[in-house]
């Protein structure tokens, strides 16, 4: 483990991305990864490069309560990756509105709304998604490791998932059978940022009119909590996109023991019908990055955490029977 001034990494690989002098730093010294970090909170830029040995050291540094805002930037075998399969998929930062509009999509600017509201230790991003804004999905059978277990397993789940066919991860929405009453509805997307006494969570919670009218509860809810770093680097790639990629899906219950890239293990097979992509406009963009860096930090800070306490007093100020999406204050 080492770590240099970023300013220095930079002029040691002048006209590069950080994402690439990373790699060119990994390959030259035969780093299995290069994170970076902020030295204090109020630093508007990255101060560091850190390399690692080991996932073990990755770790050390990603939660680290005495240093800020850690991203992983290259590992082995991939510029930037979703570390939650058994292969590292690549996985980029995200799109411009060039590289949209020369695939033919254009990400709705106008039609969603958003609020910001809290309770009690509960931050939320409420997003308002109007029905007849999708296209058809990109994600025709893609395979997910069943490390994403809610997808792989629950018909009617929603969850943060890596995408070769798209940059970056999508939100995926994932109700077998009911995927074409759910493009014919509007949408409710809350993220939220729970500072709970024995550790931090991190929600995703799913409204609509087939949500009320069909399940036995009138949402759905995915995310979980803070101590697994592949799930911190997922969530922070999403935010850091031009859009919100949400694919309606439907996971007809199949698995394979194989995965198209080869892969032994447990796979689910999911098949995206519709996707809809959400511009995020700057301060958007700003406030879920930023939240989720807040709340990870909390967690980091926390000596005793613990995820099934911290998940039971979450229940105790949202009970099952309410809806957990906060309204607009």
Request: charged share 30%; hydrophobic share 30%; aromatic share 12%.
């Given at each position: 483990?080492?770590?240099?001034?970023?300013?220095?990494?930079?002029?040691?690989?002048?006209?590069?991305?950080?994402?690439?002098?990373?790699?060119?730093?990994?390959?030259?010294?035969n780093y299995f990864a290069v994170v970076k970090y902020k030295r204090a909170p109020e630093e508007k830029e990255f101060t560091n490069f850190a390399s690692c040995d080991s996932e073990r050291d990755i770790s050390r540094y990603l939660y680290n309560p005495n240093i800020y805002e850690t991203e992983i930037i290259f590992i082995k075998d991939g510029p930037v990756v979703n570390l939650l399969?058994?292969?590292?998929?690549?996985?980029?930062?995200?799109?411009?509105?060039n590289e949209l509009k020369s695939e033919g999509i254009i990400p709705d600017k106008e039609a969603h709304k958003w609020y910001s509201t809290s309770e009690n230790s509960i931050e939320q991003i409420v997003i308002e998604i109007p029905a007849g804004i999708e296209h058809q999905s990109e994600l025709k059978g893609v395979s997910i490791s069943s490390?994403?277990?809610n997808l792989v397993e629950q018909p009617l789940s929603v969850g943060?998932?890596?995408?070769?066919?798209?940059?970056?991860?999508?939100?995926?929405?994932?109700?077998?059978?009911?995927?074409?009453?759910?493009?014919?509805?509007?949408?409710?997307?809350?993220?939220a940022y729970c500072k709970m006494p024995s550790g931090g969570l991190f929600g995703i919670y799913v409204e609509s009119d087939v949500t009320k009218k069909h399940f036995n509860i009138p949402f759905m809810e995915g995310g979980g909590g803070l101590d697994m770093y592949p799930y911190i680097t997922l969530i922070q790639h999403a935010f850091k996109k031009t859009t919100l990629d949400i694919c309606l899906a439907d996971g007809h219950g199949e698995t394979v023991e194989k995965s198209p890239m080869g892969t032994i293990g447990s796979w689910g097979l999911i098949y995206g019908e519709y996707d809809i992509s959400i511009f995020l406009e700057e301060d958007l963009k700003s406030i879920l990055r930023n939240k989720f860096n807040e709340l990870f930090q909390y967690h980091k800070s926390l000596?005793?955490?613990?995820?099934?306490s911290s998940m039971n007093e979450l229940y105790q100020l949202v009970p099952i029977d309410r809806s957990p999406i906060l309204k607009k204050k």
């Open positions: 483990m080492a770590s240099f001034e970023s300013d220095y990494v930079r002029k040691q690989y002048p006209g590069n991305s950080d994402e690439e002098s990373a790699k060119l730093l990994a390959q030259e010294s399969s058994p292969t590292y998929i690549k996985m980029d930062f995200g799109e411009t509105d490390e994403c277990i943060f998932c890596p995408s070769k066919v798209k940059k970056g991860p999508y939100l995926m929405i994932r109700t077998d059978n009911y995927v074409k009453l759910m493009k014919e509805s509007n949408l409710t997307i809350a993220f000596s005793n955490r613990n995820f099934q």
